[in-house]
């Protein structure tokens, strides 16, 4: 009794609703995974009149279903539409997806809620006072680790009304808000252009111009026209923006190269439809909108012949970063223990210049492989691996030990000593050029940066000749000192001193092997640190056994014994050092979320969508690109950004200090950065109150530069 008077009420009130003239929604359909309906943006619907009818679907945390385009992976939702004879269904109006990245992966994606507007056309002979019925068949794919093929069928009641009908009053704001911000044409101009392996894509044009174009992306409606997965690097100008994307199947892969680009171009002042013609890409649109701060990128500065100047420039410079202050003492015990043998000399000088260049060549070859594979990677990734860590810095404890004259090694690292003198040294300044330029790695200098971003927009080739000019600047001042006998002759005579040089100089080495270790504690944990530390006890037992070996094998005593239980410590060392690396647990976000960088300023954690909130409140903003494997960030942290002055200045202007920590990978720091034109840290940006354009700051900052930079940005 109580079941059908239920029954009664709610047809009772389904008939009252109706008869106001408001559309009924059918049954929410829960799959589990979705809770999916139909609503309409307006109440009713007039005789041949049209109005937007959304698939809306609710997605449990985690979880995601894909755009028009999936991208790499993924199916698109599709809605099959029962309707009366004589109505019609146009096409679904896609909002604008999200990037979705699962390991090599790339897809578009939504995530939370997706409401998905379809325009409904009723033909002009609909009878006014009816109720239609619109039913439509959903099929998706929701994805999180694993994907579910799942389907829906809703329902939607329609009230036929003579006259405009008015929104819905719980539906109609928000489809019209999803109307108002989907993607739709806007009067760009659009050209593509193959470029060796790369695809140009220019537009200009409509809302682009002078539009805060920072993050802008290409979703293509095709999924065979790019790599959904690698980096769009963006080029801004006055008119519009280049982006650089790697081609994809129908362009490099053997499909046909399409006569037109279709897809969506995505930015922070909203995302609109383009089609691209094939064609040159206009000035206006490529090269322009460089940061004013600082010197253009080579990339919009004459071309390969300006990065090639730029690259060696910078290489030149990178010789006076902090990164490579720990190397200089394998650099000077070196240069001393021939300093008056002309011909050995010069031969240190070009097997150093050999070393250094066979290793940034191999650093930027897989630099180049790992991006094309997807990877948001950039200069000093390898650094971003505990692994890498760990070993280096058990080696950088090696050679201090080996310096001290704890072990020595036939052809000994700083190639001092009569063994290395006898065999002219060459093994020992080959390593040192490797080393480095591994430990110089991390470290962006001024004119390098924009030679760097230069080279990863271009062809294999051409990058790799950037970075050989990067090379032979890196490497030119101790090549030159090796050649010029004037220099040389300033240096004592070989000597005791040299012995005594020899082991002073281990320190600067025992102090990079710190730094390391501390920089494994930032990636890692507390527990892998553990494990480090115990390695590197394990490989300081091992040299010393090692070492104790060699004087009683020159004294004519067995010494087998004590050098194999070396080589088992020191392979025991690295093991458990790999062992540590590779179950690393780095201190999550969280724990983090406001690093004091002084008294009085602390650097809160950085997003692009802090970034937006902050710009929205008009506040002035300081983003500091930052790692803890790179030395030069943390100079300018204690030198510029620690003082009283620089957090007065920053509570005067009520600005922001914003750090973004790619000491492990982080595709959106890495986006950030190619954004800007960058492919390392440090990157210093600012962002004035009044929304204008970023200014960088050079990469040696001091507190009086900053303060000058904060107090223009409040102003």
């Known amino acids: 009794m109580f079941l059908k008077r239920a029954v009664l009420a709610l047809q009772a009130l389904l008939a009252a609703t109706l008869l106001t003239g408001a559309a009924v929604a059918g049954p929410v359909v829960n799959s589990g995974h979705i809770e999916s309906e139909l609503v309409a943006q307006e109440s009713g619907i007039a005789p041949g009149g049209t109005i937007y009818v959304a698939l809306r679907q609710k997605i449990i945390p985690g979880w995601h279903t894909y755009w028009r385009n999936p991208g790499d992976a993924g199916e698109a939702t599709k809605i099959t539409w029962t309707l009366p004879q004589g109505w019609s269904a146009g096409d679904m109006v896609w909002p604008t997806p999200q990037k979705a990245k699962l390991g090599p992966l790339l897809d578009y994606a939504y995530e939370g809620e997706v409401i998905i507007p379809v325009p409904i056309s009723a033909p002009a002979d609909a009878q006014v006072g009816t109720t239609i019925s619109l039913s439509a068949a959903v099929q998706y794919l929701v994805c999180e680790q694993v994907c579910v093929p799942e389907d829906a069928k809703l329902t939607l009641l329609l009230p036929v009304v003579a006259g405009a009908a008015g929104a819905d009053p719980k539906w109609g704001p928000v489809v019209a808000d999803v109307l108002a911000k989907a993607p739709k044409p806007a009067g760009l101009k659009a050209v593509f252009k193959l470029d060796g392996q790369s695809l140009k894509l220019a537009v200009t044009g409509g809302p682009l111009k002078g539009a805060d174009m920072a993050g802008a992306y290409f979703f293509p409606y095709s999924p065979k026209v790019i790599e959904h997965a690698a980096e769009q690097v963006i080029d801004r100008g006055p008119e519009g923006l280049t982006l650089t994307l790697k081609p994809g199947y129908d362009f490099v892969g053997g499909g046909t190269p399409p006569a037109e680009l279709q897809g969506v171009i995505a930015t922070k002042a909203g995302a609109w439809e383009v089609t691209a013609m094939a064609g040159d890409p206009p000035a206006t649109a490529a090269g322009l909108g460089a940061p004013p701060a600082e010197t253009a990128p080579a990339s919009t500065s004459g071309g390969l012949l300006g990065a090639l100047a730029f690259a060696f420039l910078g290489g030149l410079i990178l010789n006076l970063m ?51 594979g997807g990877a948001a990677v950039g200069w000093g990734f390898q650094l971003q691996s505990p692994l890498v860590i760990a070993g280096l810095a058990l080696l950088m404890l090696l050679v201090a030990l080996n310096m001290s004259g704890v072990f020595e090694i036939g052809t000994s690292v700083q190639n001092v000593g009569s063994g290395a003198s006898a065999q002219g040294g060459a093994t020992g300044a080959f ?141 025991l060392a690295f093991t458990i050092a790999t062992f540590g690396a590779l ?88 986006k950030a950065l190619a954004d800007f034109n960058r492919v390392g840290v440090p990157l210093y940006v600012v962002y004035p109150k009044n929304g204008g354009a970023p200014v960088i700051l050079p990469q040696l900052l001091t ?6 930079a904060i107090e223009k940005a409040g102003a």
């Open 322 to 372: 902090p990164c490579v202050f720990p190397v200089l003492s394998m650099k000077a015990a070196s240069l001393a223990g021939h300093a008056h043998d002309a011909g050995k000399t010069r031969l240190q000088g070009l097997v150093f210049l050999l070393g250094v260049v066979a290793t940034f060549l191999a650093l930027a070859g897989l630099l180049l492989a790992v991006r094309a």
């Open 431 to 571: 390593f040192t050029g490797a080393l480095a330029v591994v430990v110089a790695a991390p470290c962006t200098a001024p004119f390098m940066a924009g030679a760097l971003g230069y080279a990863l927009t271009q062809p294999t080739v051409i990058s790799l000749a950037v970075f050989l000019a990067l090379a032979l600047g890196f490497a030119a001042p101790f090549v030159a000192v090796a050649f010029i006998p004037g220099l040389l002759k300033l240096l004592p005579r070989p000597g005791a001193w040299m012995d005594v040089l020899k082991k002073g100089l281990a320190f600067p080495m025992y102090g990079a092997a710190l730094w390391l270790v501390w920089v494994f504690a930032q990636q890692s944990g507390p527990l892998s640190l553990a494990h480090l530390l115990a390695a590197g006890v394990l490989a300081a037992f091992g040299a010393w056994l090692y070492g104790l070996g060699q004087t009683r094998r020159a004294s004519g005593k067995p010494a087998l014994v004590s050098i194999l239980v070396a080589l088992v410590s020191l392979g």
């Open 583 to 670: 179950h690393a647990a780095p201190p999550t976000a969280a724990a983090s979320a406001e690093t004091p960088a002084g008294p009085g300023l602390a650097a809160e954690v950085w997003s692009p969508e802090k970034v937006a909130e902050l710009q929205a409140a008009g506040r002035p903003i300081l983003v500091d690109f930052t790692a803890a494997w790179c030395v030069t960030c943390q100079v300018n942290e204690k030198v510029a950004l620690s003082g009283s002055k620089v957090a007065d200045a920053f509570k005067a202007q009520n600005a922001v200090y914003l750090k973004a920590d790619w000491t492990n990978r982080d595709p959106a720091i890495a």
């Open 703 to 708: 507190e009086g530069l900053v303060i000058e």
